[in-house]
């Protein structure tokens, strides 16, 4: 229901934050679609809908779903079709279209689409063929090229969600052969900015995706149940853009009443939706380029901050949305979560030397992969980065672990002026993205990551991938560290945030009380000090990539406590702390180990113990609490006399001692 996975997807959160698709419009083309249903009244833009429907051109016998009753139709009313004969035909598109940009709060129900806000684009592009509906690619086609023609006539389009499919395909390089002008209609929109979403498919296939959602430049989309299940029905491969709700999701269908429905038809218009709510954020903060990296963006802001799916297959692990944590990546640098799939043609991937052959094979991104095949030169592969931004990237690579791969294939990275290189065995560590670190990367297209191997090894160049990583500057967290006594064991914790992990710290000037040091791997300070007073320093931390910090601290170190009384008592549990107040207090045992009681009526055993210690007239006790002697070598509690001097009792675990020290004039705190 869409009262449950609008906020499992995050969508109330991004309103709350004012992101509700508002300025944005959304093409929903699919059947009719039921306009003057209360989710979706007064935000249909009118002289926007269209109807493509020519099966009515190729047989007498098939009819147009247009209502005019031709192959095509523009302008107010183009998008509906809803009439008694055929209203059973717009209610898929009704569904979708609530699920997208509903407004509940117009309707008088608890929950609306994920773009609330969102302006409806009604396209209806299928017709009625020997009793069924069907949609032509031409149709399909028309509708896209009428969204960018939309686009050029100033309309801020969002996304397009297109919720049907046909057969299934085990390959993105396959499915854009299948499909050339289709995927070029889908390119075009890509190159001003607006994403195709497209539904993955319902025949529950773990290792393809349905065409038109298989095309590789499409934002294809699995379905997931509302508690991040897989659902059962939902075609997936790994080369899926994301998952979203599409089990008993509750929407608009024709008239004015609501049904819950299930598909990843239904999951697909919960990420059109997304790319509303994300673009009207692009737009507020000015970050808007209106090209090709807007959609790399918007889907790298849902990739990275998406829950992982569990999956048996090979697409494990692959997202599902969550628009509110997304919208707080979309900042200037944008998110770039970027795939070179060695397959798909870009520019961004070339032979450097010998020659590859294309193989299939699902265990590949994609569903295809490259391998070398040169027996008389070595076989290089290139991958070249194409960024809008300079940065930290996390850099990955995937390939098909198969036997006849060769199992020492040499891997270069190249970044910030040098070549790092390393090994790979493309035997095992396949079907999955392997992590190969973090690396500064330029913009200007001199950065790559090549595979290599002399001639006759089966080098395989399959996909690479980098994700951009939000580096924080970086500082020394830590603001005071605390003072110490001579000849007692000191510990204090130096804490940074910010820059990249793995920390080094040192000391610049100044020096440590005598008797403590500093591990330059975990910034802690410890030891015993030797001589009293305060010393001053100065710190700095470096990370790894070679930013600094420094900060200055003091450390002061007081003379050794006075020891009042030290009593040897046997290891064991510590009972119940009673809460003291002034009087006598007294150490006793009661027979399961040790405590602290006040004399008075109010004592549990109506006076003193057999075994005890006092110390009169205090007036507070700052502690009271059970401590197990597991808990740690030394456990420290205090109490104040009532003329300042305290006292602290210090459990030693180690020596089986127990210690009264008495510091004059000093409050002592645990």
């Known amino acids: 229901m869409l009262d449950v996975s609008g906020p499992v997807v995050g969508a109330p959160s991004a309103w709350s934050l004012g992101y509700t698709g508002r300025g944005e419009a959304i093409a929903i083309v699919d059947t009719g679609v039921h306009t003057d249903h209360p989710f979706l009244r007064d935000k249909v833009i009118s002289s926007a809908e269209a109807c ?24 107010p009313g183009a998008g509906v079709n809803c009439s008694a004969g055929l209203s059973s035909l717009c209610s898929h598109g009704t569904h979708v279209a609530g699920i997208a940009l509903g407004n509940g709060h117009l309707a008088g129900v608890g929950f609306s689409g994920v773009a609330k806000d969102a302006e409806l684009i009604p396209i209806q592009v299928f017709s009625w063929v020997n009793g069924r509906l069907a949609a032509f690619d031409s149709d399909v086609i028309a509708a896209l090229e009428h969204v960018l023609d939309l686009h050029r006539q100033g309309i801020e389009v969002a ?15 396959g499915c854009d052969q299948s499909a050339i002008v289709l995927k070029q209609a889908i390119d075009n929109l890509r190159a001003v900015g607006i994403p195709t979403v497209i539904a993955a498919g319902n025949d529950g296939k ?13 934002v294809s989309v699995g379905a997931t149940t509302d508690t991040d299940g897989l659902a059962s029905f939902s075609n997936r491969a790994n080369w899926l853009s994301v998952y979203a709700p599409g089990y008993g999701i509750k929407s608009s269908i024709v008239g004015t009443g609501y049904q819950s429905w299930s598909g990843t038809s239904m999951a697909t218009p919960h990420v059109a939706g997304a790319m509303a709510v994300l673009g009207q954020k692009l737009i507020a903060e000015s970050l808007k380029a209106d090209l090709a990296d807007d959609i790399d963006s918007l889907l790298a802001a849902l990739r990275m901050t998406g829950i992982p799916i569990a999956d048996s297959g090979p697409a494990s692990g692959l997202p599902r949305i969550q628009v509110d944590e997304a919208l707080s990546t979309i900042q200037d640098p944008p998110p770039v979560d970027i795939i070179l799939d060695s397959q798909l043609g870009s520019s961004a991937v070339s032979v450097v030397s010998g020659s590859f052959a294309s193989s299939s094979n699902t265990a590949s991104y994609g569903g295809s992969y490259l391998a070398a095949t040169s027996t008389t030169t070595s076989n290089i592969f290139r991958f070249t980065p194409e960024l809008s931004d300079a940065g930290l990237y ?41 992590d190969l670190g973090a690396y500064y990367f330029a913009a200007d297209g001199s950065e790559y990551v090549e595979l290599s191997g002399p001639k006759g090894v089966r080098v395989v160049a399959d996909a690479v991938r980098l994700e951009s990583l939000a580096v924080m500057p970086l500082a020394i967290a830590t603001q005071a560290l605390a003072s110490g006594y001579v000849g007692v064991g000191y510990t ?23 008797g403590l040091s500093i591990d330059p791997g975990t910034g802690r300070i410890s030891g015993a000090p030797s001589q009293e007073g305060a010393r001053e320093f100065v710190v700095r931390v470096q990370d790894a990539l070679g930013d600094v910090a420094s900060k200055g601290f003091t450390i002061t170190i007081d003379p050794t406590p006075t020891v009042v ?25 009661d027979g399961t180990g040790y405590v602290l009681r006040k004399s008075g009526n109010n004592d549990p055993d109506g006076g003193w113990a057999p075994f005890g ?11 009271a609490r059970k401590v197990n002697t597991a808990g740690g070598d030394l456990v420290r509690y205090s109490l104040t006399d009532d003329v300042g001097n305290g ?21 002592s705190h645990c």
């Open 394 to 434: 996390r850099l990955y690579a995937f390939w098909p672990a198969l036997q006849e791969n060769a199992t020492t294939v040499t891997l270069a990275i190249r970044h910030e002026g040098t070549t790092d290189s390393t090994t790979v065995n493309q035997t095992s560590g396949g079907g999955v993205w392997n």
């Open 206 to 218: 773990s290792t393809a995706i349905a065409r038109t959602g298989c095309i590789s430049t499409a």
């Open 613 to 623: 210690t006092t110390l009169d007239d205090f007036d507070l006790v700052l502690f």
């Open 565 to 589: 009384a030290k009593y040897s008592f046997d290891n064991g549990s510590i009972a119940p702390w009673q809460q003291l107040q002034s009087g006598t207090v007294s150490l006793v045992a």
């Open 647 to 667: 006292y602290g009792l210090y459990l030693d675990y180690a020596t089986g001692k127990l210690s009264i020290e008495r510091r004059p004039g000093r409050d």
């Open 492 to 514: 204090g914790q130096l804490a940074a945030v910010g820059g990249l992990q793995p920390y080094e710290w040192a000391m610049v000037s100044g020096s440590l009380p005598a």
């Open 52 to 75: 493509y429907s020519s099966g009515v051109l190729f047989s007498a016998n098939w009819l147009s779903l247009c209502a005019n009753g031709a192959a095509e139709q523009v302008g």
């Open 159 to 173: 996304s397009v969600n297109m919720s049907l499919g046909g057969d299934t395909y085990t390959s993105a390089l």
